[in-house]
């Protein structure tokens, strides 16, 4: 006697309003005769208490059959015990009309149908790593019903569990979205797993096997190879450093970057690092009181061959004389006479400023001289607030009688659109002390203009760096970085530009001229899969996803290309099976939020058509009345309401397909099986 948990309230509503007729509460007649009124339950284990109230009298017993005695023909109102406590508090029993209206002598017996129901708790594990439905509450004993698992974010769905096991059975216990059948009451529990996620770093520049490390979330990881992995993670923010590799005495190589930053999971799980060069430069003056120099006295990491402006800067009572060099194969310094000039740096070593006893001068000059620019260039300096501007390399500023302050023109364009050249530090700007040194070294490095851009412009992603100048021929990391609904595709370099990987997300680049270079990326997609439940072997079924439809014969349905997000589902409804048959969703749709979700089951039910009718003499009515679909097994009250001159003589039934089988052939109020389709009759007389 199972029941479809979805058709109760349904039948309810139609049985109730059915019986709801003209002449509520009004006699028909005027007679003195009385009449026996019996409602009869079926459902109920022997001996259980239950209780009826009929014309507000209040009738309770623990036998089959309530029999109220002595009641006037009239029009009454009834209402029947709901629910019905079982043995155990977990176990209840519910009418499947729990209320109507009767006319007496018309109809004088109801028969009550109760329904065991069990309580199923649901459960998630661990906690808040995501929800289930439909949720706790009473079910129908013996009953199908469709549950869905959803995970939140960084948990994925792993499996169902029932207490006790046999008490709940799962058409599939890996599919978040899937069918249970209840035998007994229990807890339902959905598992999930927290989501991780490999993250890595990846090195450019240094030797083959050298060792180096990276400080992931707190956890250092060392290794020798290009990649480093820091493990699976979960989703979250995660502070990490990369420190510098030594390889001897005053040598290193400086990642950029090198942290403090932060990865973000999943949105980023790689990290591209390059390595340069590095020697240490120590600074100093001789005798030591005489003087400074810029860079200050001290040790300085200098990247390999770059071309660095010197400055030595006396004190008072002495004046610069020369620049030494130790050892002379690490350092190409332009002139070692000029207290203001520049050195290649291409190895480790010493710079000392070399500064003799004398007066400095009190009227003075000071020469400025540029390198590398192109011949004939424009360049300038801007003295004191006045500017002097010039194309030859140098410009020399005379008569000078106080302290000034003093910047090159930066920024310097060339014909060639996307290229110019910018001053290196430190000499690019200061202030000039008089009687100190008379010349200064201005050094131009050329630099490319790179444009960097995402592709869709807005709501694909972001990049670790934006459009800027870069030295030519220097490489540079940059990460992109996905928003939600997005992944990273592809890197688009123009023909300037060689990456050391175009699919990686965290990659570098070395500049050799001006370029754009593009971060695309593409919607995230999945596939979404559905499973039909119930359907007869080779029957055509569909589901939906927004508004496109797709169709098979098999259980599966697998529909690809479903962007990140929310977005509606559907399944088809009413299967035909032939005549009087059909197969039809208890839930026919929804919302899923894909990539939480991408299982769905769609549990399919037989149902029969029926057709119920008024037979013999014109005057009578049945409830239910008409032609209706059922679901396979359930059992319908059939209520039998004579008419001002007919009388009820019987039911009868012919069964088209399947078994339409009754409780009672002779009482006006009994009930009906559907297994079949086909016809049911009242008959009056």
Wanted: hydrophobic share 35%.
């Amino acid at each position: 006697m199972t029941r479809s948990w979805r058709t109760w309230a349904a039948f309810g509503a139609l049985a109730i309003c059915a019986v709801m007729i003209g002449n509520l509460g009004t006699g028909i007649g005027s007679s003195a005769t009385t009449y026996s009124v019996a409602f009869s339950e079926t459902g109920l284990p022997a001996g259980t208490s239950w209780s009826t109230t009929f014309n507000s009298v209040l009738n309770t017993g623990t036998t089959s059959t309530l029999t109220f005695t002595g009641v006037s023909a009239n029009s009454y109102s009834y209402s029947i015990a709901n629910p019905v406590s079982g043995t155990a508090s977990t176990t209840r029993y519910v009418p499947y009309i729990a209320y109507g209206y009767l006319t007496v002598p018309n109809q004088l017996h109801v028969t009550v149908a109760y329904t065991k129901q069990y309580m199923v708790n649901f459960g998630v594990t661990p906690v808040s790593s995501g929800t289930n439905s439909p949720g706790t509450g009473w079910y129908n004993a013996g009953s199908t019903i469709p549950i869905q698992a959803s995970a939140t974010f960084g948990y994925t769905f792993h499996n169902w569990g029932a207490t006790p096991a046999a008490a709940l059975t799962f058409t599939n216990t890996l599919f978040d979205s899937t069918a249970m059948t209840i035998t007994a009451t229990g807890t339902v529990t959905s598992h999930f797993t927290a989501t991780k996620f490999a993250t890595s770093f990846t090195e450019v520049g240094l030797p083959a096997a050298k060792p180096w490390s990276v400080v992931f979330g707190g956890t250092s990881h060392l290794g020798t190879t290009a990649t480093i992995s820091t493990g699976n993670q979960a989703p979250g923010g995660y502070s990490w450093t990369v420190a510098p590799v030594s390889v001897g005495s005053g040598v290193q190589y400086t990642p950029m970057p090198a942290g403090p930053l932060s990865m973000s999971v999943p949105t980023q799980l790689t990290q591209d690092i390059v390595f340069v060069k590095q020697f240490s430069v120590a600074f100093g003056t001789n005798p030591s009181s005489s003087g400074t120099t810029s860079p200050g006295v001290g040790s300085v990491w200098v990247t390999n061959g770059t071309n660095l402006p010197i400055t030595a800067l006396n004190t008072a009572s002495w004046v610069f004389s020369t620049w030494i060099t130790a050892p002379s194969s690490a350092f190409g310094v332009g002139s070692k006479t000029v207290a203001g000039t520049n050195t290649t740096v291409s190895g480790s070593g010493t710079l000392t400023a070399k500064f003799v006893a004398g007066t400095p001068c009190t009227t003075c000059s000071v020469t400025f001289t540029q390198l590398g620019l192109p011949t004939g260039t424009g360049w300038g300096i801007t003295f004191g607030g006045v500017i002097h501007s010039t194309t030859a390399t140098s410009l020399t500023i005379t008569g000078q009688t106080a302290a000034q302050s003093w910047a090159p023109f930066s920024g310097i364009g060339s014909s060639q659109f996307g290229v110019q050249y910018y001053p290196v530090a430190p000499n690019t700007g200061t202030y000039w002390y008089l009687g100190q040194t008379s010349s200064y070294t201005i050094v131009y490095q050329k630099e490319y203009l790179v444009t960097i851009l995402t592709n869709p412009t807005y709501g694909g992603g972001t990049t670790s760096i934006s459009t800027a100048w870069f030295p030519a021929g220097s490489q540079n990391a940059i990460t992109a970085e996905t928003v939600q609904a997005t992944k990273f595709s592809s890197w688009s370099a123009g023909a300037n530009l060689s990456l050391t990987s175009a699919v990686k997300a965290s990659t570098a680049f070395t500049v050799n001229g001006p370029a754009t270079l593009t971060a695309n990326f593409a919607p995230m997609v999945h596939t979404m899969h559905f499973f039909e439940y119930g359907l007869p072997g080779g029957t055509t079924w569909g589901a939906t996803i927004g508004s496109q439809s797709y169709w098979s014969n098999t259980p599966y349905i697998n529909i690809t290309g479903v962007p990140d997000g929310y977005t509606s589902w559907g399944a088809s409804t009413a299967m035909t099976g032939g005549a009087g048959i059909q197969w039809n969703t208890l839930v026919s749709g929804g919302s899923i939020t894909m990539p939480l979700q991408n299982y769905q089951a769609v549990v399919y039910a037989e149902q029969f058509q029926v057709n119920f009718v008024a037979g013999g003499t014109v005057g009578g009515s049945t409830n239910p009345s008409g032609l209706a679909w059922y679901y396979a097994g359930i059992e319908v009250p059939l209520m039998a309401s004579n008419g001002t001159s007919v009388s009820f003589t019987g039911w009868s039934q012919v069964a088209s397909t399947g078994t339409l089988t009754l409780t009672s052939t002779t009482a006006a109020s009994t009930y009906a099986t559907i297994n079949g389709a086909g016809t049911i009759t009242g008959t009056f007389a």
